[in-house]
C-alpha cells in the first residue's frame, strides 16, 4: 500500500476538490431527507404505543394500579374473540407486506391458541408497530441507497471525465447495484438490512422488559410512558446513524467503481476542516493512496460513524495546470477526438457519453431477458453509416414492435432480432453479443405498428 503526502493544493486542485465535495454533499443531504421522514415515523408509532399501552393499562387496572399477576391473567372470551379479530388483521397485513417469516408464524400461533393472556396481547400489539417501522425502514433505505450509488457512479464519472477527458460511459445494471448496496463492508460482516431487523428486535424485547418492570414496581403509566419514549428515541439514534454510515460508504464505493472503470489508479482523501473533524480525518486529510488498496474505514471513507470525508482522483498531470475552458473527448459515434466546451452539463454528458453511446448497451436486459454483453465495433461502424444511434437500438431493444424466432446459422451460431420502430438489432441469445444492426423499414414498422 503506497502513501504519499502532497503539497499545499494548486487552484487548479482545489476547483475540483470543491467539486468533489459538493458531490459528497449532495449525496448526503438525500440521507438527511431520509432521516428527517424517519422522525416522523418514529413520532408517529411512538404516538400509537403510548395509547395501545396506556389504554390496556386503565382496561385492567384497578385502584390500585395494575400488577404483574393481574397482567398474567387469561383474556376471558370476550376479550379473546376481539382480540382474534385484530389478530385476523395483523396476519392480513403481515403477509401483504412481507414482514419477516418468524413473525407471520408468531401470528398464525397466537391466533389457533385457545387462550392468551394480557401480557401476550400487549406484546403482540406493540411488536406489531414496531415490525411495520423496521419494514418502512428496509424499504426505504434499501431505495436511498440504490439511487446514491446510481447518482454518484455517473456524476463521479461526470467530474472524472471532465479531468481526464471525455468517452463512451458504461450503463450500469440493477444488479451491479443491488450488489453494491447489499455486500457486507464493516468487520463485523453485517449489512444495513440485518442491522435493521437487529434495532427491531432489541427494541421489542427493551419495551416489554420495561412494561414488565414498570408493572412489577407499581410505575404506572407515567412510568411506563417515559420507558417508551426512551427506548424509541435511542432506537431512533441508531436508524439515523446507520443512514447516515451507510449512504457515507454507498457513495463512496459508487465513486471507487468508477475510478476502477476509468483506469484511475490513484485517490486522494478529502476531509472537511472544522471543528468538528475527527482526528482520524484531519491526519489522513490530503494523502494519497492507490485504489486497487482502497479499504473501507482504514484507507478510504467511511473512518468513523458521521463521517463527512470524501475522495478525488490523483492525477499527477493536473499538478499546477490551469482550469481549461475546453476539454477533449471522444465522439461516441465516429470515435474520434473532439473537444467540447469545459462547462458541459452533467445532463448533456450523460445523454452522450452514458446513454447515448453504444457502449450503453452493454448491460440493458432485452424484453426477451437476455443481457446485452457487448457490440462488435463492426455493427458500430455499420450502424454510424446507416444512421442508427444506441438509443434507436436500446429501444428496440427494450420495447420492441416484434420479435423474431430464435435462427441458428450453417456454423451453429444464434441470433434473435429485435425489431423496433427506427431500428432493428440481432443478438445472440447464448453470449448477449449484438451482431447485426440496421435501421427499420417503414413498411415493416406500419405492419407491425398495427
Known amino acids: 500500500m503506497q502513501i504519499r503526502a502532497v503539497m499545499a493544493m494548486t487552484k487548479n486542485e482545489k476547483y475540483w476538490s470543491d467539486r468533489f465535495e459538493r458531490l459528497k454533499r449532495r449525496e448526503m443531504a438525500k440521507a438527511d431527507a431520509l432521516t428527517a421522514d424517519t422522525a416522523r415515523m418514529y413520532q408517529e408509532v411512538l404516538e400509537k404505543l403510548r395509547k395501545d399501552v396506556v389504554d390496556w393499562y386503565v382496561r385492567y387496572a384497578d385502584e390500585n394500579g395494575l400488577s404483574l399477576a393481574d397482567a398474567q391473567k387469561q ?3 370476550r376479550e379473546m374473540k376481539a382480540f382474534k379479530l385484530k389478530l385476523e388483521h395483523y396476519v392480513t397485513l403481515a403477509k401483504k407486506k412481507g414482514l419477516p417469516e418468524r413473525y407471520q408464524k408468531m401470528l398464525e400461533q397466537a391466533s389457533i391458541r385457545a387462550r392468551l393472556d394480557r ?15 423496521a419494514n418502512r425502514q428496509n424499504l426505504d433505505l434499501t431505495e436511498l441507497l440504490a439511487n446514491v450509488y446510481g447518482d454518484s457512479y455517473y456524476r463521479t464519472a461526470y467530474e472524472t471525465q471532465q479531468m481526464k477527458g471525455f468517452s463512451p460511459f458504461r450503463q450500469i445494471g440493477q444488479e451491479q447495484i443491488d450488489t453494491a448496496i447489499s455486500k457486507p463492508w464493516a468487520p463485523d460482516g453485517k449489512d444495513f438490512s440485518s442491522r435493521i431487523w437487529e434495532n427491531k428486535d432489541q427494541l421489542i424485547q427493551n419495551l416489554h422488559l420495561d412494561i414488565t418492570h414498570a408493572l412489577m414496581t407499581g ?6 410512558a417515559e420507558g417508551i419514549a426512551k427506548r424509541m428515541n435511542t432506537s431512533f439514534f441508531n436508524a439515523r446513524r446507520l443512514i447516515e454510515t451507510e449512504t457515507a460508504y454507498v457513495q463512496e464505493k459508487a465513486a471507487f467503481d468508477c475510478y476502477k472503470e476509468l483506469d484511475v489508479e490513484q485517490y486522494q482523501i478529502l476531509a472537511v476542516l472544522d471543528r468538528k473533524t475527527s482526528r482520524i480525518c484531519r491526519k489522513l486529510d490530503g494523502k494519497v493512496f492507490e485504489v486497487k488498496d482502497a479499504k473501507p474505514g482504514v484507507t478510504m471513507p467511511p473512518f468513523h460513524c458521521h463521517c463527512r470525508t470524501t475522495t478525488v482522483p490523483y492525477l499527477e498531470e493536473l499538478e499546477g495546470a490551469d482550469i481549461e475552458t475546453t476539454r477533449a473527448a471522444r465522439d461516441p459515434d465516429t470515435g474520434k477526438t473532439v473537444f467540447v466546451e469545459g462547462d458541459l452539463t452533467y445532463e448533456k454528458w450523460y445523454n452522450k457519453y452514458v446513454r447515448g453511446s453504444f457502449s450503453a448497451l452493454r448491460g440493458v436486459t432485452t424484453s426477451q431477458g437476455t443481457t446485452i454483453d457487448s457490440v462488435s465495433s463492426h455493427c458500430i461502424d455499420r450502424a454510424n453509416e446507416r444512421g442508427v444511434t444506441a438509443a434507436n437500438c436500446r429501444d428496440a431493444l427494450e420495447n420492441p414492435l416484434h420479435v423474431y424466432e430464435v435462427q441458428t446459422n450453417k456454423a451453429g451460431k444464434k441470433s434473435q432480432k429485435y425489431l423496433g420502430r427506427d431500428a432493428t438489432v440481432a443478438v445472440n441469445p447464448d453470449t448477449g453479443v449484438v451482431v447485426t444492426i440496421y435501421p427499420t423499414s417503414s413498411q415493416r414498422r406500419r405492419k407491425y405498428e398495427k
Do not use: K, R
Open 219 to 224: 410505575g404506572g403509566t407515567t412510568a411506563i
Open 119 to 133: 401480557s401476550q396481547q400487549i406484546y403482540i400489539q406493540t411488536a406489531h408497530h414496531i415490525e411495520i417501522l
Open 75 to 77: 383474556l376471558d372470551a
